[in-house]
């Protein structure tokens, strides 16, 4: 907490809380969550990393990789760069980092502590959102097509439940300055510190809605602050190279202000902040969340200043007496390679390519769940809907990407890929393939499971 509320009792707090972004997902940059660190005069910095299938792509590279530590691979980079400044000036940190090994990623953090020299600070590690063991018996049917999720028992590699932000709340409660969970929804990491200073209880549905409405806001990083919102000449920002994460100051009442580091680049106005409002939300008036349904149809945005926007009206329902369960499958492998053309005719020898592919792979008897031959500028991304009369490119790149049952038949891709350089069409240009061009295919299903199913456990360190 910040100096002036060091004091403070939680539950108890009348001042603003500021929240700000430390990452939106795994890959994110690290640099805005030290600026942030340093410049933005937190309370709290939350770093959310974790997408749809982290926890299985995780668990695939523990199978094959016994020394991979199970968190977030790019834990030491963002900690390094935001722990001198948060512990210097009282600021909490709340992470989803953990991913399959929360404990890991704790002793980690603790051994990051001592050695930049910072003694005495506690660390908690959230855990059991990995429901791997049970899930057949705790969810019963797969929500995507109702089938028994019996029949994923052969392909299951990971299961984990959506838990929400009272675990966090507790290692708050508890002295924790540092909190790393597993599997946590998105808006309960920013929520969690909410229901902490500001004492709302876990089934005021009103406050936590509104809440996780503001978290909702935060999990995407700079996609408020005008990251991913860029489209020149019709919506231009300021320094798109310099895009800050943003910053809520939040009140008691469960009203906001989304703000940013001075200077940075990038901008808050109420286009960015609707378009991240209404981002991956299907019903603006029943966003599901673990701790309440998120009601954003009564919202009011107002831009107060540069760059600062009050969002007011945020509400909620009752929380579900379930929790979503996200469960990982192996579903085969997919073969990939690229070659390119380039100057006139570009077009013309890429088609020429693609069907001696197309026949070279019934030479090789390739059994592929799915073929695709993409050329990329041309019809990669509309397919069957390009319009037959787009412009010739100058230059073309030729994805050619099979789907298949086993890692054998994936290999067949580049291997005639690599045919092409000397067997193929003229003024084939060949890329080096130092690349892995087989990959492992992760499905992602859904169910639900009984809340009291899923029990958090808190496990505490100190450096």
């Not at 299985?56 to 968190?71: I, N």
């Not at 599901?288 to 107060?304: C, G, H, K, N, S």
């Not at 007496?321 to 579903?331: F, I, N, Q, R």
Request: proline residues 5%.
């Amino acid at each position: 907490m910040s100096e002036d509320n060091a004091e403070q009792r939680p539950g108890q707090r009348t001042k603003t809380l500021r929240i700000g972004s430390g990452a939106a997902w795994w890959g994110d940059r690290v640099e805005p969550a030290g600026l942030n660190a340093e410049r933005g005069d937190l309370d709290y910095l939350c770093f959310e990393t974790m997408a749809e299938a982290t926890v299985s792509a995780a668990q695939v590279r523990a199978r094959r990789d016994p020394t991979f530590p199970g968190y977030d691979t790019y834990l030491d980079d963002r900690m390094r760069a935001v722990l001198p400044a948060c512990m210097k000036r009282g600021t909490r940190i709340i992470s989803n980092q953990g991913w399959i090994n929360p404990q890991g990623a704790a002793e980690r953090i603790v051994q990051l502590l001592r050695e930049a020299g910072l003694s005495g600070v506690k660390v908690a590690a959230v855990s059991g959102s990995l429901i791997t063991e049970r899930v057949l018996s705790l969810a019963p049917t797969i929500l995507e097509n109702g089938d028994s999720t019996e029949t994923l028992k052969d392909t299951l590699i990971s299961a984990e439940a959506y838990m929400g932000a009272e675990p966090i709340v507790d290692a708050l409660k508890a002295g924790a300055q540092i909190v790393v969970t597993g599997r946590v929804a998105d808006p309960s990491l920013f929520l969690a510190p909410m229901m902490y200073e500001f004492g709302w209880d876990a089934l005021d549905h009103a406050k936590i809605g509104a809440g996780s409405g503001i978290g909702h806001l935060m999990e995407c990083g700079a996609q408020i602050t005008g990251g991913y919102f860029s489209d020149p000449g019709f919506k231009d920002v300021p320094e798109p190279w310099n895009f800050a994460f943003p910053i809520a100051e939040v009140e008691a009442d469960g009203s906001v202000v989304i703000a940013k580091v001075a200077g940075s680049g990038g901008a808050i106005t109420l286009q960015t902040v609707k378009e991240q409002m209404l981002y991956e939300v299907h019903d603006p008036a029943n966003y599901i969340t673990p701790d309440a349904v998120v009601d954003f149809t009564q919202a009011r945005l107002e831009q107060i200043d540069r760059d600062r926007v009050r969002v007011t009206g945020l509400t909620g329902k009752p929380r579900t007496p379930t929790l979503k369960v996200s469960m990982g499958c192996t579903e085969g492998f997919i073969g990939e390679d690229m070659f390119f053309y380039a100057g006139p005719g570009a077009l013309r020898r890429a088609q020429l390519a693609k069907r001696i592919l197309e026949e070279r792979f019934k030479i090789v008897n390739l059994k592929a769940e799915d073929m695709r031959v993409d050329f990329l500028g041309i019809n990669a991304i509309h397919g069957a809907a390009t319009p037959k009369d787009a412009p010739e490119p100058y230059e073309v790149a030729v994805r050619v990407a099979a789907r298949t049952t086993t890692r054998e038949e994936a290999l067949k891709v580049g291997r005639e890929v690599d045919g092409m350089a000397v067997s193929g069409v003229g003024h084939t240009g060949k890329r080096v393939p130092h690349q892995d061009r087989t990959r492992e295919v992760i499905g992602v299903w859904s169910s639900l499971v009984a809340r009291e199913a899923v029990s958090p456990l808190i496990n505490y360190y100190t450096s």
